[in-house]
T-cell receptor, first 113, second 113 residues
Framework: DTEVTQTPKHLVMGMTNKKSLKCEQH?????MYWYKQKAKKPPELMFV???????INESVPSRFSPECPNSSLLNLHLHALQPEDSALYLC????????????FGQGTRLTVV | GENVEQHPSTLSVQEGDSAVIKCTYS??????FPWYKQELGKRPQLIIDIRSNVGEKKDQRIAVTLNKTAKHFSLHITETQPEDSAVYFC????????????FGAGTRLFVKA
């Protein structure tokens, strides 16, 4: 199984809503990532988890809250988002060592209204 | 900070011609350089990668070269086909507490039949 699965595929939320994005992989990868991708732009790293511990936070606003409940799951909790947070949110995973390929999920397309 | 520059932003070639995309990176600590292809509405997918102990790698019509001294790496696609049309991202990978991948801005490749 070389799949990274993200749910939901699409999400529309109001600025006062609370929602969560979910990501799952069963490749035994111990590094997991959240990226944000705006239209016609590259993926922009948000968070890195290594062995279920947050190892990198790229100065992401606190309205985005990541969680890694176990080695297969990664969540991104959303609260009080702004319209400019609308984007494609990509999850990825890799082995927790240098020089290794990252596998991406298909993404959640988020629209904040 | 870490940075990856990618050129050109758009590339249009005739079917059968070659395409070359060039990237430079800022941090000499980087040891892994993946290339991703992203079709419209889809996830980034790895097409080839190169590690710092190798100067060149080839996989069928795709090749990547790396010059660590100059901090340059390039993607070469030969005998291009319409299905090669997509956005291509170069990336560089660092270990800084966690495993950080920074993407170039992307090259939109059009292959005209």
């Amino acid at each position: 199984d070389t799949e990274v699965t993200q749910t939901p595929k699409h999400l529309v939320m109001g600025m006062t809503n609370k929602k969560s994005l979910k990501c799952e992989q069963h490749m035994g990868h111990r590094a997991m990532y959240w990226y944000k991708q705006k239209a016609k732009k590259p993926p922009e790293l948000m968070f890195v988890y290594s062995y279920e511990k947050l190892s990198i936070n790229e100065s992401v606003p606190s309205r985005f809250s990541p969680e890694c409940p176990n080695s297969s799951l990664l969540n991104l909790h959303l609260h009080a988002l702004q319209p400019e947070d609308s984007a494609l949110y990509l999850c990825a995973s890799s082995q927790a060592r240098e020089n290794t390929e990252a596998f991406f999920g298909q993404g959640t397309r988020l629209t904040v209204v | 900070g870490e940075n990856v520059e990618q050129h050109p932003s758009t590339l249009s070639v005739q079917e059968g011609d070659s395409a070359v995309i060039k990237c430079t990176y800022s941090d000499s600590a980087s040891n892994y350089f993946p290339w991703y292809k992203q079709e419209l509405g889809k996830r980034p997918q790895l097409i080839i990668d190169i590690r710092s102990n190798v100067g060149e790698k080839k996989d069928q019509r795709i090749a990547v070269t790396l010059n660590k001294t100059a901090k340059h790496f390039s993607l070469h696609i030969t005998e291009t086909q319409p299905e090669d049309s997509a956005v291509y991202f170069c990336a560089a990978n660092w270990e800084i507490g966690g495993f950080k991948t920074i993407f170039g801005a992307g090259t939109r490749l059009f292959v005209k039949a």
